[in-house]
């Protein structure tokens, strides 16, 4: 095995734990929040109907920021590939042969 795969598994296991983490701790999240909303659901009052009208509903909200994120992501990803592109020259001289240096 290579020093390289060595490292690529070792970051995808690291990456895996890392997700897995997150998930659990988002899982905890969400059953707090509903345990919350359900003891505070009765002393919220009911919002204006002419108010609730003019702003965007929480779904929205949340679509609204995921794609300005995967927007975003999606630019930071084209950088770092522009990044790595203007650097070729000099990465390429420092990579080890028979590695792709510059993909990303």
Not at 1 to 13: K, L
Not at 17 to 26: C, E, F, G
Not at 32 to 48: D, H, I, L
Not at 52 to 62: D, I, M, N
Request: aromatic share 4%; hydrophobic share 40%.
């Amino acid at each position: 095995m290579t020093t390289t795969t060595t490292s690529n598994d070792f970051m995808r296991t690291a990456q895996d734990a890392t997700l897995d983490a997150v998930q659990k701790s988002q899982e905890t999240v969400v059953e707090a929040v509903r345990v919350w909303a359900k003891a505070v659901e009765k002393s919220v009052p009911t919002m204006p109907v002419s108010a609730s009208k003019e702003l965007p509903t929480a779904s929205e909200l949340v679509k609204s920021s995921f794609d300005f994120a995967e927007r975003l992501l999606t630019a930071q990803h084209e950088f770092a590939r522009q990044v790595l592109k203007a650097a070729a020259p000099v990465i390429e001289k420092t990579t080890p042969k028979g590695t792709k240096a510059t993909s990303a």
